[in-house]
């Protein structure tokens, strides 16, 4: 069974720059793997902020980015501000389906 | 964007058939997204992806899940539909609609209990 891993938690002091990350465990992730990254606050429905990797939606603020890193894809948040707080899920596709990372929870601190 | 709305009872009996309904509105169902996906979350947990109906009308779905899930897209009332059998407890989550991933509806809980 195919596991996507992200890193439990995370903590960034406002103003700060945290990057999270979404491994396979098929192996390094590439573009094909079209990277997915969404944010959930509490309560709410997740909201799409990339998707292929990079691309951003039209409300994704211009700080937050999408990358690969190391075989692994990455989202970059730079001046983190209070109200990034919250869950963060990548989403990667594997030829028909598609799995979840576990999430990582945010904190800003 | 669209706008989606999932909707279907809120409580399932154990053994039955969990049948969700995601209605969209503000565009085409046959010509907006490329496809449209069903994401379950249990309480206090992450997300599962569920499965996907293209506009052409095929699916994809969670292999874990595959033998028991079946999703259909109905363009005359611009919706889809997700049915789960043979449910149990832990089929027990909030269940959303989206447009391949960019729109998501609010979602709803769904509860499996005698």
């Known amino acids: 069974q195919t596991v996507v891993t992200q890193e439990p938690s995370l903590t960034v002091s406002p103003g700060g720059t945290v990057t999270l990350t979404c491994a396979s465990s098929?192996?390094?992730?590439?573009?094909?793997?079209?990277p997915n990254w969404f944010q959930q606050k509490s309560g709410q429905a997740p909201r799409a902020l990339i998707y292929?990797?990079?691309k951003k939606h039209s409300w994704t603020p211009a700080r937050l980015s999408g990358s690969l890193l190391g075989g692994k894809a990455a989202l970059t948040l730079s001046g983190v501000q209070p109200e990034d707080e919250a869950d963060y899920y990548c989403?990667?596709?594997?030829?028909?389906?598609?799995?979840f990372g576990g999430g990582t929870k945010l904190t800003v601190l | 964007q669209v706008q989606l709305q999932e909707s279907g009872p809120g409580l399932v009996k154990p053994s039955q058939t969990l049948s969700l309904t995601c209605t969209v509105s503000?565009?085409?169902?046959?010509?907006?997204?490329?496809?449209w996906s069903w994401i379950r979350q249990p309480a206090g947990k992450g997300l599962e992806w569920i499965g996907q109906?293209?506009?052409?009308?095929?699916?994809n779905y969670n292999p874990s899940l595959k033998s028991r899930v079946t999703i259909s897209v109905e363009t005359s009332k611009n919706q889809f539909s997700l049915k789960l059998s043979s449910v149990t407890a832990a089929d027990t989550a909030v269940y959303y609609c989206?447009?391949?991933?960019?729109?998501w509806g609010q979602g709803t809980l769904v509860t499996v209990s005698s």
């Open positions: 109906i293209y506009t052409s009308g095929s699916t």
């Open positions: 989403l990667l596709y594997y030829g028909g389906a598609w799995v």
């Open positions: 098929t192996g390094a992730v590439t573009s094909d793997y079209y």
């Open positions: 503000g565009g085409s169902i046959s010509s907006g997204f490329y496809y």
């Open positions: 989206a447009g391949e991933f960019s729109d």
């Open positions: 292929s990797t990079s």
